[in-house]
């Protein structure tokens, strides 16, 4: 039990674990949504193209602002940038990297999409199949040009009575299949390299500066989280505090009932300690107010 306590402390306390884990959940569930769909190409030359790249880009859009939702520091980072200057300067630094670092992490899912799709080859060959060159293929020589757009639209659908004894059929979903592998092989070999020269170039740049951002980043964070915190436990007493008077300003009426009081010393003593001087609604919002304008410099 103290165990999983200490994992869940560790979770709560850094954030870049939480956001990571977080990144890595969407991909997974992004393989496992497109291994779950049901593929059906419409066959239609006028909607194969539009539903093939709607099954290849839409989900990464949303997969994408699912990542944006998901991590917290894209609202602290959008706080932190729209927050007036006030007494505390505001460091772009600071901004571009926590941006960078929401950016890559919330792109992982859709790319991850992507190329699953690309290796599988289903959306490409119905996006493209109307589009191919029949004049590579021995089996749409002698047809019509209406007839090799019906025919091209229906690779896809090998079940089709049209395109079941057509011999060109496979040789086009083979052609399509090997273009959309080697590009999803590309994009992953691609992505690695720029991995791989990212990684090992970074200390050739100014490393001060990245820890400074980096630290920044995280004060931000943390300092947002510990305001939240202090917000919530001010909140609890002074709602506390509000309830205490209310039952003092009716303790007339709880004599007229009869009605016993046992923690009236209590509420007594609580109200002479207010919780940190603040005593009505005007002075919490004057200074939530100071607080968002002219937070205190560092």
């Not at 729209?82 to 792109?107: F, H």
């Not at 109307?130 to 007839?147: C, H, I, M, R, T």
């Amino acid at each position: 039990m103290d165990r999983f306590r200490m994992i869940f402390q560790h979770f709560q306390s850094n954030s870049e674990s939480v956001m990571n884990g977080i990144c890595g959940l969407l991909a997974l569930a992004s393989i496992k949504m497109y291994t779950c769909f049901d593929f059906s190409c419409p066959c239609l030359p006028r909607y194969n193209m539009a539903y093939g790249l709607g099954i290849m880009f839409v989900p990464p859009v949303a997969l994408f602002l699912c990542g944006l939702i998901l991590n917290r520091q894209s609202l602290v980072m959008l706080e932190e940038w729209r927050r007036p200057q006030g007494r505390r300067k505001k460091d772009l630094a600071v901004i571009r990297y926590m941006c960078s670092s929401i950016m890559q992490r919330a792109m992982v899912a859709p790319i991850v999409w992507i190329i699953v799709t690309l290796l599988d080859g289903k959306c490409l060959i119905c996006a493209f199949s109307s589009s191919v060159d029949p004049e590579k293929f021995v089996g749409f020589a002698n047809v019509s040009l209406v007839q090799v757009q019906q025919l091209l639209a229906k690779v896809p659908c090998k079940d089709d009575e049209l395109m079941r004894n057509n011999t060109s059929r496979k040789a086009v979903s083979r052609y399509l299949r090997c273009w959309s592998q080697a590009l999803g092989w590309s994009i992953l070999l691609i992505l690695i390299v720029v991995a791989f020269l990212a990684h090992w170039l970074r200390p050739c740049f100014n490393q001060a500066t990245l820890l400074q951002a980096r630290h920044w980043s995280n004060y931000i964070d943390i300092e947002q989280k510990i305001f939240e915190e202090t917000c919530c436990e001010h909140s609890q007493l002074f709602a506390h505090k509000c309830i205490l008077h209310f039952f003092k300003s009716m303790r007339q009426e709880i004599k007229l009932h009869s009605f016993s009081s046992p923690r009236e010393e209590e509420g007594a003593e609580g109200e002479e300690d207010l919780p940190w001087g603040i005593k009505d609604q005007d002075q919490v919002n004057k200074l939530l107010k100071t607080w968002y304008y002219e937070k205190p410099p560092l």
